[in-house]
């Protein structure tokens, strides 16, 4: 089969196409036959800097999730042919993932999915939806009546938050440092598209004087303390990407407002149930999940490239024919 190999962390140019054989069942394991995957920050991370790490063993598989068919069920319940997404748990770090035409992969990472999605829609959405969904609604526990301000909007997740926080009527602001990106977050749905130019906290205040009631925050801790705040007192913040790097200097007892309160979401354990009502919620309400720009196998390092300069805007999907 063909697949995209990790032998040693490299640039995005350097990402091939290789050959290898198809992994062999074994017991607690399925093998997918791969329709699709969608490229993540992550697997950006891992193949620049985090494949050195004391804790990945190489050469590895690179792809956190994919989209396909049950290709064998082995000891499973899954049935062969059965369409099904997988992400997550220590896939294309521990194990190898889904940069290839097909993966061995713990039964508890793959789950069904009935949704007349094509392929490329499908991959579109596990990672990313999982993320959203799990911080606005398990987290955030947003509702109706929030005012949200989504940190990193232009992000394929900060769209994606933009759109599900729409369905339930939310008012929503999102930010993007680049003027002109205000009018693609408006295109998908934000109320109000704020300039990242240091100024968040005065225009957001123009609107809402007394701050939001939930932040949603993709770019991380360099911007953390000033996205707490612009929460109304109670209000609640949710960590959930670090597009700005990694902590540096947070002292949780100083750094953490009075009367705010701060959580986070790791999408590292999905469930079934967890998959299913996402895909309720794609349905009832008609959701078109963004996509950036689709790629076949062969011009993986084109799409690392294109997530890396940060030109996406929206999911990048890669087909494997
Ligand atoms: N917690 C979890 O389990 C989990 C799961 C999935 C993803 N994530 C994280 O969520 C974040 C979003 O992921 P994604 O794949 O949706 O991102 P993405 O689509 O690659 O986001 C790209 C956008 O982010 C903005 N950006 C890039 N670098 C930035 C910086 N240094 N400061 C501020 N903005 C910057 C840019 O927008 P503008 O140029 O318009 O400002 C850029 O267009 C990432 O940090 C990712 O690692 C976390």
Redesign the pocket.
Known sequence: MKAVILEKTCTAKELTVSNVPIPKVKPGWVLVKIKAFGI???ELIMRSVEGDAGYISLPRILGIECVGEISDSSDSEFKKGQHVVALMGGMGRSFDGGYAEYALLPQKNVFTVETDMSWEELAAVP??YF?VYGSLFHCLQIESSDTLLIR?G?????LVAIQLAKCIGSVVLAT???SE?LEILKQHGADYALI?DGTILEQLHYVYPDGVTKVLE???PSTLKESMKCLSNHGVICI??????AMDNFDPIKDIINGIYLC?????YPTQKSIDDIFCYIKKYNLKPPIAKVFSLKDVASAHLL?EN?M??GKVVVLVD
């Open positions: 993540n920050r992550s990672e990313t993320t990193g232009t992000s394929a997740a900060g993007t440092r680049k990106n990242d993709f770019i991380g959930t990407g670090i597009l700005g790097g986070s979401f790791f999408s590292n997530l940060n996406a805007m």
